[in-house]
């Protein structure tokens, strides 16, 4: 007893500025029970410079213990406010919404955080006029709401660095963006309705444009117009995207989510999904033939190893150094990745994240296929039978994923002459927690590059 009573003692001894970062760390309500522990504790977290109310795990605040927690603060600043309604509360109103807005902007609150999975009264919430003119924000996240501005008040966020709008109605236009000289960082996620995204006149300090569409929010064409950006991060779905300029990109990471699921009667409809898939992806790599860095994963290796099958030619990305992929090294992905490999004159790394197959069932691969005239032993028995269905890998053991592993590192060694690291992590497939079987993949790895110049590097994650 007397040596926990020597630990507590130890950190309330801390100055004020350590608990309360620590604090930090914890929902609001947790840290003021800490006022029990002892005078000392009392007050300490009236001061805490972050304040965090409710999340989707502990359910929705409540509106009488949000206002008497405001009542009780002391801080003259709030570096971070985070509020969160997961579902209907029927004594909130926006009238009250609005004065614990108005509380975080008085006290020059840097991070602003709000997600309300519900409408006020049917009605879409409108924001005080007050954060529109805050000059402290720096970080702002919204989830199911949405940002109105025209007509009554011009945004005025002079500091806003990062700006992310999740399940919103709209994009930003050029009025919106004209308010945010120092915006870096922008995130639409499953914004629905928006289908040309304009940052053609945005700020040029605005490099990082983060985008996940889902089928359901915005079917049809989406554009992306950004001519100053330099990172782009794109989840999208089937449906088309194109884009249009993104010119100074040196950095890029696209991923295709296929939300779709086809029975046996969709043959129709798979030949003409993939085939708009083929011809959306290879627009999108003649459009990052100048990028320096490239992530692609599973779904957009397969669709373009369709493409690659089909002997449609493929973009040469002139100046990518670095190249990451996130797949299973099974064979449906094999042919895309041997033509990236050959169509990457100036790689010099390749980093390659295992993983267990999650992707496009192969039996809808050849559906295509086979819609377009190819004969599948042809295809597959060519080049690539070394490598195994997304199904049969799923039964093997780790004897035969050792092999696996050897083939798909010869591929890459015979596909590449510019290389010079290879990158293998083994985190999220089965036998990555044996360490028999890595210790074993560690004393093949000189056979594998005996004669070459490829420094090879292998991890567990």
């Known amino acids: ?112 955080f709000l997600s309300f ?86 700020s040029p300090t605005m490099t990082t444009l983060k985008i996940i569409r889902h089928q359901s929010d915005t079917p049809g064409l989406f554009e992306i117009v950004a001519p100053h950006l330099r990172y782009l991060d794109l989840k999208n779905t089937e449906e088309p995207c194109t884009l249009v300029d993104v010119s100074s990109l040196t950095k890029a990471r696209v991923n295709i989510r296929m939300d779709r699921h086809y029975s046996d009667n969709d043959d129709d409809d798979v030949k003409a999904d993939f085939l708009q898939l083929e011809n959306m992806l290879l627009k999108m790599l003649a459009k990052l033939s100048n990028v320096e860095e490239l992530t692609f994963k599973t779904a957009f290796l397969q669709i373009i190893s369709l493409a690659e099958l089909r002997g449609v030619p493929f973009s040469t990305l002139n100046k990518v150094h670095t190249l990451t992929f996130k797949t299973m090294f099974a064979r449906s992905v094999i042919p895309g990745i041997a033509r990236l490999l050959q169509n990457s004159p100036g790689l010099k790394k390749l980093i390659v994240h295992a993983r267990e197959p999650i992707c496009i069932e192969d039996r809808d691969l050849d559906t295509y296929l086979g819609s377009q005239g190819l004969n599948l032993d042809q295809c597959w028995r060519s080049k690539y039978e070394g490598f195994p269905t997304s199904i049969v890998f799923r039964f093997k053991d780790a004897t035969w994923y050792l092999k696996l592993v050897a083939s798909f590192i010869e591929m890459v060694l015979k596909n590449v002459e510019t290389l010079e690291t290879l990158v293998v992590v083994f985190k999220d ?22 004669n070459n110049n490829v420094s090879i590097v292998l991890g567990r994650g």
């Open 429 to 450: 497939v089965r036998c990555s927690d044996d360490p028999t079987w890595f210790q074993e993949l560690l004393e093949m790895i000189p056979t594998i590059s005996n």
């Open 117 to 202: 999975n519900y409408r006020v009264y049917g009605e879409t919430y409108r924001f005080p006029h007050l954060l529109y003119r805050s000059s402290s924000l720096e970080n702002l996240s919204l989830d199911f709401l949405t940002i109105h501005t025209r007509g009554f008040t011009l945004v005025s966020w002079k500091s806003l660095r990062t700006l992310r709008l999740g399940y919103c109605s709209q994009s930003p236009d050029h009025d919106f963006l004209s308010g945010c000289p120092a915006l870096e960082t922008l995130t639409l996620g499953y914004c629905g309705g928006v289908h040309r995204l304009d940052l053609s006149n945005s």
């Open 1 to 112: 007893m007397d040596h926990m009573m020597r630990r507590v003692d130890s950190i309330s001894s801390m100055p004020d500025v350590i608990l309360h970062h620590i604090l930090s760390f914890i929902p609001i309500d947790h840290g003021i029970r800490t006022s029990t522990l002892s005078r000392r504790w009392r007050h300490v977290w009236c001061e805490t410079p972050c304040i965090h109310f409710g999340d989707y795990s502990c359910g929705k605040p409540r509106v009488r213990d949000i206002n008497q927690t405001l009542i009780s603060y002391k801080a003259p600043k709030i570096k971070s406010f985070h509020l969160c309604v997961p579902e209907w509360v029927p004594e909130l109103e926006p009238g009250q919404i609005d004065s614990w807005i108005e509380f975080a902007v008085s006290r020059n609150v840097e991070e602003l």
